[in-house]
């Protein structure tokens, strides 16, 4: 696992308060929403502001992309590391 892909899954625990969740517990290539970790989209708002700040890259709220980088932490991770050059 990579040292980002770490730090991803620490911060989605942390930030959603998810209580009963290790990072080993989060697969880094499945879904974190629906039938994958379980997100909502409140859990989304939250990650992405978490990850905003963080990670100082820009989310657009109206970016039909997001969806697409918040598909699983390696998405996020790829997400991060093009918005960080």
């Keep these: 696992m990579t040292e980002l892909a770490l730090e991803i899954k620490e911060l989605i625990i ?4 998810l209580e009963d969740i290790t990072p080993d517990d989060i697969a880094a290539d499945e ?3 629906g039938d ?3 997100l909502d989209s409140i859990d ?4 992405g502001m978490a990850l ?3 990670y100082q890259v820009k989310l657009n709220a ?3 992309e997001n969806k697409a980088h918040f598909y699983s932490v390696n998405t996020i991770a790829a997400f991060i590391q093009a918005n960080q050059e």
Aim: aromatic share 4%; net charge neutral; proline share 5%.
């Design 52 to 54: 905003a700040k963080k």
């Design 44 to 47: 989304a708002l939250e990650l």
């Design 14 to 17: 942390e930030a959603l308060n």
């Design 36 to 38: 994958g970790l379980g």
């Design 62 to 64: 109206d970016s039909k």
């Design 31 to 33: 879904p974190l929403f």
